[in-house]
């Protein structure tokens, strides 16, 4: 959904429907009902604020700033959606980091010791604050990464949802295994796939040993927040 000024006093919202959203409504038996939706402000760059202060600032985003057009991809939709919070003097948000790589960002393909290992997210906040604030708190997080060369689940327990596959992108929902500083956290296991050696023709970076680097991103399903780790698979 994209808002459109067209200087004018009138706002214009267009809306369209992911292909998620299409997919159940052309079902046409009911199951198709909108229970919520977001906002976001992908567009907005806010060292404008930074740059010109905040009264110019804010001037210059609301009449200069080109508004995106609604996607019907929803990975590509919604990337940064605003949030509700009900701490009157919240200025700092809460991040997402990795806490442990038990073996680093690089994999060995082929080797029995090397082709998994287990990795901590969670919740931190900056100097000063001692807590997460309870609007903010992740009790489950997204994870993404490209389906062709990794395989992930949680570590232990369950609490995750089925995968999804769009564009060699897969996606799934765990929930929360514990806490740190009243917020969330999880650890995922990471396990290579067994997958042709033409990739390495593909997706190598070159070298003395052919290497794929790939992503993995995970994003707290409450406060929004977001980390991306590469990967790195050697040939072995």
Not at 17 to 46: H, M, W
Not at 101 to 120: K, P
Not at 195 to 223: E, H, L
């Amino acid at each position: 959904m994209g808002f459109l000024d067209h200087s004018t006093n009138n706002i214009i919202v267009d809306a369209v429907l992911t292909d998620t959203g299409r997919a159940t409504l052309a079902k046409n038996d009911g199951s198709f009902v909108i229970s919520k939706f977001a906002f976001g402000d992908d567009e907005v760059d806010y060292s404008i604020i930074t740059k010109f202060g905040t009264t110019v600032g804010k001037e210059k985003i609301t009449k200069n700033t080109p508004i995106f057009e609604a996607q019907t991809n929803g990975d590509l939709a919604l990337k940064y959606r605003l949030l509700s919070v009900s701490v009157p003097d919240l200025i700092v948000l809460p991040t997402l980091s990795i806490s442990q790589m038990t073996l680093g960002a690089t994999f060995n393909r082929g080797s029995t010791t090397t082709t998994y290992q287990d990795v901590t997210y969670r919740q931190e906040v900056a100097a000063g604050v001692t807590a997460v604030p309870t609007d903010l708190v992740d009790s489950a997080f997204v994870v993404q990464w490209d389906n062709r060369f990794l395989e992930i689940a949680r570590s232990t327990g369950g609490g995750t949802t089925t995968k999804s596959v769009s564009n060699n992108i897969a996606t799934i929902t765990v929930a929360a295994d514990g806490l740190h500083n009243t917020g969330g956290k999880v650890t995922l296991k990471i396990t290579v796939k067994s997958f042709s050696d033409d990739y390495y023709n593909s997706y190598s970076t070159g070298g003395s040993t052919p290497t794929i680097k790939t992503q993995v991103t995970v994003s707290g399903r409450a406060s929004g927040a977001s980390v991306t780790q590469e990967f790195s698979i050697e040939k072995v």
